[in-house]
């Protein structure tokens, strides 16, 4: 049983509410951060924690938070990005849904460590009744005193506001975030200037995804050096891992990134197996943007050494040989599954998302849907292959956000690791246009453990 | 007429004040959340204008945010919108079929509405709940784990619902 910090009291019936949160320990980091600490030992403590930020791009949380502009007079701001819409990912929902005040707590210490009164939590609009839950866990966390005004008669005044999205993936992006936040269409803007120093409303801004504000929570109460020696390497800490596909038991887990990956896909205290007694074929490890991996290269690295669940060791070898480790949305494909098809969804999801505002994105992302699904249904030539190819690397750099590079990379990845699949789809067309992939002898053996 | 009735205005004001003096406009994809819930599940040009001189911002504005996101009906959909999740992990798990078993049942295709009005089937990207897929987001909740006879049951209780409601 690995280390759980996030996840511990998940399951202790009504800690959705605040009495119950509070008897379970509750709150404890909010009184020592605001009785005990001050706000410059607060990002000290986050920075000696080594805590990476947990929305996919992994930079380190405390340094982003030191970034943060204070000219005097100018208010400041925390935004809680909970616009997740990375398929595949689904482990914040978990968080705000089954114990929301952990996050409250997290952003009430984030606020006082960043000098915002006004944070604002911005959720996907999808997330509906998740936003209900939010807003209750606030009120009562406002009737308890640990809201609103001279918080615990410390002085510092927080309020905390729930923004709904209304359905766009591009929002997940720090400055379309902010755009939307301020009542725009969400495009991302050009940085520099980095929103540390003009964000919301042009105002000096820190945006941190759900889990890492939730994880600054057990960072206080143990301290930073502590909650350091969780973990391996600069992967420290736990991490939550939202898995999906085909797997006997999907579902959110936190893991404290030691463990391999064979160990996680394969044991009963996680993904339990892959279903129906298949084959594994391969896996997308970190949300749909990231390169996916032949089981192959997910088991193993291209050394041949164990691959493990964490940060480094999943991007071993670039995106060559490896991946990332992303957002944690980890998707397994059985030996059924094609990856034509797997592939010409996901182009197609990032075609719907694009904000349209760089031509490469806007663009390519359209001619990359049409030239998959045109191979998907047996109407594609072998040129088409190529033609990918340059398209994804055209986009790829070459635009405002990282919304091209997640649109360019998982093509990249399934024609690098899959060709043969790609040129079977042209020279059997007509199985093709059947769905009969008779792909199997992709599904490389691997050991199961006992 | 458009217009909020006073409970509607009531939450419209806790929108506009989480937001600093000036800066009102940040209340906009809310206020629309809370203008489509309002009047018919659907944004109207005359609905559009109305949020914008409530919020004394430009028509424009309002309509190019409107368009922007996925969640704003720009044209009336059915009583009940089924939106069926069609990314990764729910194509993964079967979500195509779920999809043509609900169009065939209900004689629509994906952006068409049945004639009685009563349902509206739309396929849209990555719900966030590829561990329960496929779903569908029904209202403000999501409908996970679907078989072909969860539909049936779902579209049995919206039809009895809102038989109940007549």
């Known amino acids: ?450 | 007429m458009t217009k909020f009735n006073d409970e509607q205005l009531k939450e419209f004001n806790r929108l506009v004040a989480r937001y600093p003096e000036g800066k009102q406009k940040s209340a906009l994809l809310p206020v629309l959340h809370l203008a489509q819930e309002s009047f018919g599940g659907w944004l109207s040009a005359e609905t559009m204008d109305y949020v914008a001189e409530l919020l004394s911002i430009t028509p424009i504005e309002v309509y190019e945010v409107a368009t922007f996101y996925s969640m704003y009906n720009l044209k009336p959909v059915g009583k009940y919108m089924f939106e069926v999740c069609q990314t990764g992990p729910c194509m993964v798990n079967g979500c195509d079929d779920i999809i043509e078993y609900i169009g065939t049942k209900l004689g629509i295709k994906p952006g068409e509405t049945t004639a009685d009005g009563m349902f509206t089937l739309k396929t849209v990207e990555c719900l966030g709940a590829c561990g329960y897929a496929p779903m569908m987001q029904m209202g403000k909740h999501f409908r996970e784990h679907l078989t072909k006879e969860r539909v049936d049951a779902i579209i049995d209780e919206c039809r009895k619902n809102a038989a109940a409601n007549y």
């Not at chain 1, 391999?260 to 896996?283: H, P, Q, T």
């Open chain 1, 1 to 450: 049983m690995g280390v759980k910090l996030l996840l511990e009291k998940a399951h202790v019936p009504g800690i959705r509410y605040f009495e119950t949160y509070r008897k379970e320990g509750g709150y404890r980091a909010v009184e020592k951060a605001l009785k005990q600490l001050d706000p410059a030992s607060i990002v000290e403590e986050v920075k000696k924690s080594g805590l990476r930020g947990r929305g996919g791009a992994g930079f380190p949380a405390g340094m982003k938070w030191s970034f943060i502009a204070k000219p005097e007079g100018v208010p400041r701001h925390l935004v809680c990005n909970a616009d997740e819409s990375e398929p595949g990912t689904f482990k914040d929902r978990y968080l705000m849904e089954f114990i929301p005040h952990l996050l409250i707590e997290g952003l009430i210490v984030s606020s006082f460590a960043l000098g915002s009164n006004d944070t604002y939590i911005y959720i996907r609009g999808e997330y509906a009744w998740i936003v209900d839950i939010l807003e209750q866990a606030i009120e009562e966390a406002k009737a308890n005193g640990f809201l609103g005004k001279n918080i615990l008669g410390t002085g510092f005044d927080c309020n905390i506001y729930v923004q709904r999205g209304a359905g766009a993936y591009i929002c997940g992006e720090e400055t379309a975030l902010i755009e939307s936040l301020e009542g725009k269409r969400g495009n991302p803007r050009i940085k520099p200037p980095f929103p540390a120093i003009e964000g919301l409303w042009r105002r000096p801004t820190v945006v941190n995804n759900v889990e890492t504000l939730a994880a600054v929570v057990p960072i206080i109460n143990m301290g930073g050096d502590e909650y350091a020696k969780i973990g391996v390497g600069r992967s420290t800490g736990t991490k939550l891992i939202s898995a999906c596909g085909n797997i006997n038991k999907p579902g959110v887990y936190e893991i404290d990134m030691t463990i391999s990956v064979e160990e996680f896909i394969y044991s009963d205290e996680y993904c339990g197996g892959i279903a129906n007694g298949k084959r594994l074929k391969a896996c997308i490890p970190g949300g749909s943007s990231v390169p996916i991996l032949p089981a192959n290269l997910l088991l193993k690295t291209a050394k041949g050494e164990t691959r493990y669940m964490n940060y480094e060791s999943l991007s071993d070898g670039g995106f060559a040989t490896g991946s990332m480790m992303g957002s944690g949305g980890f998707i397994v494909l059985d030996e059924d599954q094609c990856i034509v098809k797997n592939t010409y969804t996901l182009a197609r999801f990032y075609r719907h998302e694009s904000c349209g505002q760089c031509s490469p994105c806007r663009e390519g992302t359209g001619w990359m849907e049409k030239i998959l699904k045109n191979i998907d249904t047996g109407k594609g030539k072998m040129s088409d292959i190529d033609l990918l190819w340059d398209i994804q690397r055209k986009i790829e750099g070459n635009t405002i956000c990282p919304l091209g590079d997640a649109a360019a990379w998982p093509v990249a990845a399934a024609i690098r690791h899959f060709r043969d699949e790609f040129e079977w789809h042209v020279n059997h067309p007509e199985e093709a246009q059947k769905r009969n992939y008779g792909l199997a002898h992709y599904a490389d053996p691997i050991h199961v453990p006992a």
